[in-house]
C-alpha cells in the first residue's frame, strides 16, 4: 500500500458565543484544516489540525509522504518531523499520523484503538469547559463569577459532566477563585475543580491563589505561572497538583520538568506530543515518573476528537475527565453531526479506524464560512470590546 496524494482544506464552524482567554479572544467559531491522504488501494485516512490555515505548510510536507507506506510511520516521522528542523513541526506531523492510523484501521477492518493497545473504556468522560464569555446565547456578557457557576450548573444539568475548569487570567484574579468557590457550594465536594491562568500570572499571585484554593481540594491548579521555573515555584509553596499543556509541551523539556519537580500532571495532546504513538510513548514516561496524565483540547472538530477519544480508551492512567471546547460548536463536519455527550462522556467511536466520515456537504458549507471569515490568528491578540487591550504576561 502507498499514499498517492494528499488533499487539505481550512474550515471553519461557528460557536454559541466568543471565548475570551488572556492572550485574546476566540471571535463567535472555531477553524481547522482537515486532511486526506488517499492510497493506491482507495483508502482514505482523515486528519486534522488547528493553528489557523495549515493548508501551506502541510503541502509543503507532500512529496514527502507520496509512496509512503502508512504503516511505515516510524519513517514517515523521521521523513517529515525529524529531517529538518525549519519544517519540524509535531503539530502537522501529529494530523498526518492521524490519517495513517486511520488507513491503517480501515485497511485491516479495526478501529483505531486496537491499533494502540486495546481500549479498556467504551467511554470518555468530559468536563464542562468554563470560559468567560462575550455575547452569550440569550445575549450579555459574562461579567461575575455568579455567570459562571450558572453556565457550570447548566453544562452539569444538560451534559451531565461531574467536572469543570475555568479559563482563567481574563478577570481579576480572587474573582475567578470565586468561580470555583461557587461551584464548589453549588454542586458539592464530588464535584471536580480545576483552574488554568495560561502561565500569566505572577508567582506571586498564583501562590496567594493556590493557597486561598487548597480548601477546596481541586483535582489540579494548571499552568499557574509561566515558564518551567515558574511552575517550579509555584507548586514548591502550595499543595495542589500542578498541571501543564505549556511547560513541558514537547520531549524536549520533559526532562528537565521531571529534574525540577516542576509538575504532577501532564495533559496529553495529539499534536505537541506527536500523534496518538506520542502520547502512548509519552504516558510510558509518566508511569516511569509516577507523574499523572489527562486529556487536553486544542478547540478539535470531530475528525480529531474521535482519535483523542480512541487514544485516552486505551490509557489506564487517564482517569480523569478529558478537556473539550466542543460543546460551544454549533455543528461539526462529520456524517451524523457532533458526536453525543451521554452520562457526562462521549463514546468512543465504533471503527473501522476513526469511525467518522466526512459530510461533504458541511465540508463545503464551512469551507465558504472560512472564505467569509478568515484567519483570525493574525489578529488574535486583539478583544472587539476592549480595542487597547493586549496580554502581559505575569502582569497580574
Given at each position: 500500500m502507498k499514499i498517492i496524494d494528499m488533499k487539505v482544506r481550512t474550515v471553519a464552524i461557528p460557536m454559541n458565543c466568543m471565548l475570551r482567554h488572556n492572550t485574546g479572544v476566540h471571535p463567535g467559531y472555531l477553524m481547522r484544516t482537515i486532511l486526506e491522504l488517499i492510497t493506491d488501494e482507495g483508502i482514505v485516512g482523515l486528519g486534522e489540525v488547528g493553528g489557523g490555515d495549515q493548508r501551506g505548510a502541510l503541502l509543503k510536507l507532500k512529496p514527502r509522504l507520496i509512496g509512503m507506506n502508512p504503516f511505515d510511520l516510524e519513517a514517515i516521522k523521521l521523513k517529515v518531523l525529524r529531517s529538518i528542523y525549519y519544517l519540524s513541526n509535531s503539530r502537522l506531523y501529529g494530523a498526518i499520523e492521524i490519517a495513517c492510523l486511520d488507513i491503517q484501521g480501515k485497511a485491516c477492518n479495526v478501529p483505531m484503538h486496537?491499533?494502540?493497545g486495546g481500549k479498556l473504556r467504551d467511554s470518555i468522560p468530559m468536563i464542562a469547559y468554563l470560559f468567560w464569555r462575550y455575547d452569550r446565547p440569550g445575549g450579555g456578557h459574562d461579567k461575575c463569577a455568579e455567570d459562571m457557576a450558572d453556565l457550570c450548573v447548566e453544562l452539569n444539568d444538560t451534559l451531565g459532566v461531574q467536572a469543570m475548569k475555568l479559563k482563567a487570567g481574563v478577570m481579576d484574579p480572587m474573582e475567578e477563585i470565586r468561580v470555583l468557590q461557587l461551584c464548589r457550594e453549588r454542586l458539592g465536594d464530588d464535584f471536580g475543580l480545576r483552574i488554568d491562568p495560561n502561565g500569566v500570572w505572577s508567582v506571586a499571585t498564583a501562590?496567594?491563589?493556590?493557597?486561598?484554593?487548597?480548601?477546596?481540594?481541586?483535582?489540579?491548579?494548571?499552568d499557574p505561572s509561566w515558564g518551567i521555573e515558574g511552575m517550579r515555584a509555584v507548586r514548591q509553596q502550595i499543595r495542589i497538583p500542578l498541571a501543564t499543556n505549556m511547560y513541558p509541551n514537547k520531549f524536549d523539556d520533559l526532562g528537565p520538568s521531571i529534574r525540577q519537580d516542576a509538575i504532577d500532571i501532564i495533559l496529553t495532546d495529539l499534536h505537541y506530543w506527536e500523534g496518538p504513538k506520542g502520547v502512548k510513548d509519552l504516558t510510558a514516561v509518566c508511569r516511569t515518573f509516577n507523574l499523572g496524565v489527562a486529556m487536553h483540547s486544542g478547540a478539535e472538530f470531530g475528525v480529531e476528537l474521535a482519535a483523542m477519544l480512541h487514544t485516552a480508551s486505551t490509557i489506564p492512567a487517564m482517569t480523569m475527565p478529558g478537556d473539550a471546547?466542543?460543546?460551544?460548536?454549533?455543528?461539526?463536519?462529520i456524517v451524523?453531526?457532533?458526536?453525543?455527550?451521554?452520562?457526562?462522556g462521549i463514546k468512543v467511536p465504533?471503527?473501522?479506524?476513526?469511525?467518522v466520515e466526512l459530510d461533504e456537504d458541511k465540508m463545503a458549507k464551512y469551507e465558504r464560512y472560512y472564505e467569509e471569515k478568515g484567519d483570525y490568528y493574525a489578529k488574535f491578540h486583539q478583544d472587539p470590546y476592549n480595542e487597547d487591550w493586549y496580554p502581559i504576561v505575569g502582569g497580574i
Open positions: 486496537q491499533l494502540l501562590v496567594k491563589a493556590g493557597q486561598r484554593m487548597e480548601e477546596l481540594e481541586l483535582q489540579y491548579f494548571e471546547h466542543y460543546h460551544y460548536l454549533e455543528d461539526d463536519i451524523g453531526g457532533k458526536l453525543k455527550y451521554e452520562n457526562g465504533e471503527g473501522p479506524g476513526l469511525g
